[in-house]
Structure formats: structure tokens, C-alpha cells
């Protein structure tokens, strides 16, 4: 049985904790609207270039000498897995749900005899994959100092993953990312950026553009770009998701933390009147022994 | 014929523009082009430059840094790499891109020199234009 002062101070830091979540709920509701705005400002340029990209790639794409960005390499040998996941933790299983993911793919690629190479962006999955996966880790992107997503960020990483497909280091780029649904939903998802895929089925109505300077030299300094779009979108969706994820979690613990103070509460008062109890008890035999 | 058309003007980070206008003039890299409503479908990639917009409110003028612009019979789309509009382009900004742009163009692959060269004389070109 635990004394009335342990008693007290376990309730003063279970106290302290459910204020520290609560703050940290509060900074990540308001950092979710953020990244929801940004988020929604990036989808306009992202659906344009989708379109234009697969009108662009079914003009293109089946002709010879189409560009390996959208063609492949002609092989699928050597993928390159990129995970994407948040810099810090206290987000549930945000972290650990898109790892998971990437590690079943990558067991499954292993698996079918293919070689795999991981890239990750954010500490939380590097420290993951690292432990399970680490003789095919090839090397990390530290977001931990950017205070805002922006183009070049994305940029940043599309360039260090075009240069290892120029040098022929993989076959196939996929990067593994979290979809923000909802608050409480946010869904891990693998999307494969090179070779480049489009939906195909707006591009018959919109195939009638010229094209200046060419169709080809559009396409190459397009393909690029589109990578950088995508990475874009899924570091906005990643962030949303991680917000989301860590709003939802805090909730949870400061709901558990209020829980916790009211069971705790009970034991006080109850130890405390045991405790009442039984000093009437021993002044009342006291005073019958007389 | 309708005397309007729909006018986007999109960067990665923002939507700048969303206006009715009745012509567009686009820094093409094979030369600058006005496009008004009704003209043919073209895709077209943007050189650094001075995009201008001439709508019922009036002319307005933003600075682009490549990217490529989609234009169909009712509508322009412009993607820009970087989008600003003429205020947010001070002499800080531009020189920072100026920069960026040297950068490039001396790191440049021998194949690509050509390009990141007229690039950053782009670059240099959009500074004059607006008097920095």
C-alpha cells in the first residue's frame, strides 16, 4: 500500500504529463490545418502536370527512344525503396505502420530474388529499417533542420534520386509515404515514381496539343519535374498524416492521463480515510481501556 | 466567340492567379508568345521571364522561372517552377536566384552547359527587364 505523499505525487506528475499532452495535441491540431492548407495549395500543380504528363506519355511513351524515366531501364532487378517518415515520434503507429509497410516489400522483393536498396527521409524510419534491414540501407535525407516543406525540399531529394538512377545504381524507384484520410485514418502507401506511371484515361481527350519546343524535349525536362511533384505531394500528405496521427495519439494519452488522476483521486481519498479510520479507532479503545 | 478565357497561374506551393483574361504574352524558350482566346492547343516550356496577363481589371505582370504552360481554346494553365508576382521580385530575391542560377551553370555537365548558361542570361535578362 502506498503511502498518502507517494500517493500525492504520483497524481501532481500524472498532472504534469496530461498538461504536456494536452499542449502537444493543441500544436499539432493547429500544425494539421497548416499542412492541410499546403497540402490542398500543391494539389491544383500536381493535377496539371498529371494530365499533361499522360497526354505528354501516350503521345510519346510507346515510340522509340523514349525517355528511361518513363520506358525503364528494361529490367526491374535492383529496386530502390524510399521511406518517407516523420522526423520525431509520439504519433501512435504513424512511423512505425509505413515501415512496416516497406519492410514487407521489401521482404517480398527478397523474397522473389531481386536486389533492394533503402533510402529513407526522416530519422524515425531510418532508425526502423536500419535495425532489420540494414546491409541493403544505402543512405538518408535529414529533414530535421527544414522548418517548412517547400519545392526545393522536394527537389533536394528528387535530384539524389535521379543521379543514382543516371549512374545506374536500381531499375525501379517506389517511395513509401503515409495518405492522410482523416484524423484518425492515415493510410501507408507505396507509389512507384520511376519509370514514371500516369493514368491513361484523360489523355486520349486532350491529345491534340502541339508541342513547343518538341514532344520529346518537353517530356525529358518534364519527367524530372514530375518526380519532384510527386515526392512533393507525399512529404504534404506525410506531414498532414504525421499531424493527424500525433493529434489523435495525444488525445488518447490525455484522455488515459485524466483517467488515470481519477482513479488515482479514489485511492488517495480512501487510503486517506483508512487512514482517519483507524486513528478514531485506536483514540476510542484507547479511551474505553480507562 | 467568347473574349476571355480562363487564366491559372500555379507553383508548386500556391495557386498565384485565377483570373478571366482576354490575353496571356508567355516567355516561351523558342520565343515569347501571346495567346488569346481561341488559339490552338499548344504545350509550351517557360523560360526565366516576365509573364503578363491582360485582364478586365487590368495588366498584371508575374515572374516565372521556367516551368511550361498549357493552352487550349478557352483556358491557359501555366506551371511554373517558381512563381512571384512583380512586388515579391525585389533585388534581394532576384539576386538570390541569380546565384542559384551561377551555381548551376558552373556545375554544369558539359551536355547541359549550354542550357544552364542561357538559363542564368535568362536569369540576367528578367533583372533588366524590371529595372534592378
Redesign the interface.
Known amino acids: 500500500m502506498p503511502s498518502l505523499k507517494d500517493l500525492k505525487n504520483r497524481i501532481v506528475s500524472v498532472k504534469n504529463t496530461r498538461k504536456i499532452t494536452k499542449a502537444m495535441q493543441m500544436v499539432a491540431a493547429a500544425k494539421l490545418r497548416r499542412a492541410q492548407e499546403?497540402a490542398e495549395?500543391?494539389r491544383?500543380?500536381?493535377e496539371?502536370?498529371n494530365a499533361?504528363m499522360s497526354s505528354?506519355a501516350s503521345a510519346v511513351g510507346s515510340t522509340e527512344g523514349a525517355p528511361r524515366l518513363l520506358a525503364g531501364t528494361g529490367s526491374d532487378k535492383v529496386h530502390l525503396l524510399v521511406v518517407m517518415t516523420g522526423e520525431r515520434g509520439l504519433c501512435g503507429g504513424f512511423n512505425a505502420n509505413i515501415a512496416k509497410l516497406a519492410k514487407a516489400k521489401a521482404n517480398e522483393l527478397l523474397a522473389a530474388g531481386k536486389t533492394v536498396k533503402i533510402l529513407t527521409v526522416g530519422k524515425k524510419g531510418r532508425d526502423a529499417l536500419r535495425r532489420d534491414l540494414g546491409q541493403y540501407y544505402i543512405d538518408h535525407i535529414d529533414l530535421s533542420e527544414v522548418k517548412k516543406l517547400?519545392?526545393p525540399v522536394?527537389q533536394k531529394i528528387a535530384q539524389n534520386i535521379l543521379d543514382r538512377f543516371d549512374a545506374g545504381e536500381y531499375d525501379v524507384a517506389t517511395i513509401f509515404f503515409s495518405t492522410f484520410e482523416s484524423v484518425i485514418s492515415q493510410v501507408p502507401t507505396a507509389k512507384q515514381v520511376i519509370p514514371a506511371q500516369f493514368e491513361t484515361e484523360a489523355a486520349s481527350a486532350?491529345a491534340?496539343?502541339?508541342?513547343?519546343?518538341g514532344d520529346q524535349?518537353?517530356l525529358t525536362?518534364?519527367l524530372p519535374?514530375a518526380v519532384?511533384?510527386a515526392i512533393?505531394a507525399a512529404l504534404l500528405e506525410n506531414n498532414a498524416s504525421f499531424n493527424g496521427a500525433q493529434m489523435s495519439a495525444m488525445d488518447n494519452a490525455t484522455r488515459n492521463a485524466g483517467d488515470m488522476i481519477d482513479r488515482l483521486t479514489i485511492e488517495f481519498n480512501r487510503s486517506r480515510q483508512a487512514a482517519i479510520t483507524k486513528e478514531l479507532i485506536e483514540i476510542i479503545s484507547g479511551a474505553e481501556a480507562l | 466567340m467568347a473574349d476571355t478565357m480562363q487564366f491559372d497561374l500555379v507553383s508548386p506551393e500556391r495557386k498565384l492567379a485565377s483570373v478571366q483574361a482576354r490575353e496571356v504574352r508567355l516567355p516561351g524558350v523558342e520565343g515569347d508568345l501571346t495567346a488569346m482566346p481561341g488559339h490552338a492547343p499548344v504545350i509550351l516550356s517557360l523560360r526565366p521571364g516576365i509573364l503578363t496577363v491582360v485582364s478586365a481589371e487590368g495588366t498584371a505582370d508575374y515572374a516565372v522561372t521556367g516551368g511550361f504552360a498549357e493552352v487550349s481554346g478557352d483556358k491557359v494553365t501555366v506551371l511554373a517552377e517558381r512563381g512571384l508576382t512583380k512586388a515579391e521580385l525585389t533585388a534581394a530575391v532576384h539576386a538570390e536566384m541569380l546565384a542559384e542560377a551561377k551555381k548551376v551553370a558552373d556545375a554544369a555537365h558539359p551536355t547541359v552547359a549550354d542550357a544552364a548558361a542561357k538559363m542564368l542570361a535568362d536569369m540576367e535578362a528578367l533583372g533588366t527587364h524590371i529595372n534592378l
Open positions: 499546403s495549395a500543391a491544383p500543380y500536381a496539371r502536370m499533361v505528354l517547400s519545392y522536394a486532350s491534340v496539343y502541339d508541342y513547343e519546343p524535349e518537353i525536362a518534364l519535374r519532384a511533384t512533393f
